[in-house]
């Protein structure tokens, strides 16, 4: 093939050397003569096209002097079979159809049949001419050409994905899934490029990916052109309705977005849960070592890193890298262990490639425990240079946050981070006790008084407290004293950004929730804590695109019941009211201990008019909780400058049969 148009221009001569056209406008002509092909192009119109305000003689010249430029390269009988035609009217080039990817690519178009559909989708590297600047008055000359391949690219793909069989054409598959990368990394709303992923993902079994590519379909077509995705494009990936709750234990409707998405075009990574090969009372050590490097690695922007919350579901059994990979949705796969005796430390780690098994690198870390710190930046470092070269170790290392100054500390907030999550008040208590311990020894340790104040604010908002003023003043105290001390670790500005949540100050959560996302953007705890400042600032869509945007990331998390809550509260506070009693009525079926979505669900429920699931809801709440109201729900701090979610909550919930006061 000696003429590619699609992507850069780049012409072979006849003896196999690249073509210098003498200047760019001559290169655009002979690209204008490929798109007219055999019927060729009137010299005027060419003429004046190329050379306007020139007047037609200096005009004509020009192009004269341009196709001479050309023959040079291609004189007649050349043994490329590439040559100019032109008499005093037309000008036209003839070659053979396998001469230029553009006549190629229609040729196999035209042919059909997955082997040529994959080949066409090979030749369609870029949009046409996309790596040449064109000046602005030629234009409107190529335009209406780049738009005509670019839609020939778009049912290519969607053509290409419906044809492909389970267990089928593998090369067919992969040209198909390069083609759609391609065309949505040159526009990311091409709604058929990611109908031809979910296709791809769908046929390889990979519902969580199938999902993720779903939702960052509509999140680009919202964010580019405002609309919802085609019906075509929801029926991929719909399941159908279900039948309606009975009183005694609501139905779950499937909700779309319990599932998660998303493949991205840069490397994907999970770091597996490391063996711990001393003794059982380590292990809290071993997660911690898991979540630094998971950490350092999440905050490359080239990477998308699945969370800690989500990898730590594998924990304590075996299972194929085949299968993380398909599950999650990921390329690679980092597994270790972690052996520590007195004050010696050894870390050995691996990466793997999810789909071939093949192990990409390996190393052995061996030293004192106080060089840890030091260890798990490396590690990081070295598998992000082992996936993706171009990343700089130091691109890692000044990410990463200050160690603590006592290791005594560190471990004890290593001890309480299993306890923060338990949704109970006695292990918030538990938790508070180990945090304040690590304080005792070490006073300037940020990220305690970090976490410490989001224990306080749970207090708070699941009214655990006796004395809620006493401990609203602890969380605010406790965030004055981690503000300043964490400006470099994501987890604690996202911790002192939940407390200032729910103690209230949305503007300042919002500020340390947003300089979390900017150390660590694949933190998906930071993207939860910021749909929920959402919901409290009534920014129903902001919301609701921060909380999908945290499931992708962390698909199989413990919490995910919370994320899949927000969501809810941010369809509620659009309105779409059946939507979120879906999810809700799926949380409190699988989550029995999550008692608050009871009382969502009943007043969400009562906005939809659907009285008996949200008379039942109401009921169940109650009977958890006989002294609530709706006083007390109105009165909780982080609702105190919301003015349409807290509205409508206690209207739902007064309509549902809560108590108000």
Known sequence: MRIRLLGELTVVSPSDQP??????????VFAALVLAGRRGVRRGPLADGFWPGRGEAQARNSLRQALVDIRRAFPAG????????????????????GEADLWFFDHLIEQGGISNLAAAAELYRGDLLSEISIPDELEQWFQPHRSNYRQKALQLVERLSRDLKVGGDSAGEQACQRLANRLLAAEPAAEEAHRAMIRIYQHRGQANAAMRQYLLCREALQRELGVEPEAATRALIEAPPEAPPQPSAPAVKKDAHAAVPREREQPSVVVMPFDNLSSEEDDYFVDGVVEEITAALSRVRDFFVIARQSAFTYKGRFIDVREVGAELGVSYVVEGTVRRGGDRLRISVQLVDAESRKQLWSDRYEGASADLF???????????????PAVRHAEIESATRKPPANLRAYDLVMRAFPKLWGQNAAAIAEAMKTLEEA??????????HALLAWCHALNITYLWSPDQTAELQATLDAVDRASGLVEDDPTALTACGAAASLSGDQQ???????????????????????????????????????????IRLSPLDPFLFNMRMGLGAAYALAGRFSEAVAIARDVVTRHTNVTWAYRQLAAWAAMNDDMKTARWAAQRFLAIQPDYTIA????????????????????GMKKAGLPEK
């Open 439 to 448: 304080l005792q020894l070490d006073p300037k340790y940020g990220r305690a």
């Open 508 to 550: 300042r959560a919002a500020a340390f929730i947003e300089s979390a996302l900017a150390l660590d953007p694949n933190n998906a705890w930071a993207w939860t804590r910021y749909g929920w400042v959402g919901i409290y600032q009534d920014e129903a869509a902001e919301a609701q695109e921060r909380f999908e945007r945290a």
């Open 19 to 28: 073509v210098r056209f003498t200047t760019r406008k001559t290169a655009l």
């Open 374 to 388: 030091e260890f798990q930046d490396r590690i990081a470092a070295q598998v992000a240079g082992a996936i993706h």
């Open 632 to 651: 007390k729900y109105v009165a909780l701090p982080s609702l105190r400058d919301v003015s349409r979610f807290r509205e409508t909550m206690a209207a």
């Open 78 to 97: 050349n043994c490329a079979g590439i040559e100019i035609e032109s008499d005093l009217e037309m000008v036209s080039l003839t070659a053979g159809s």
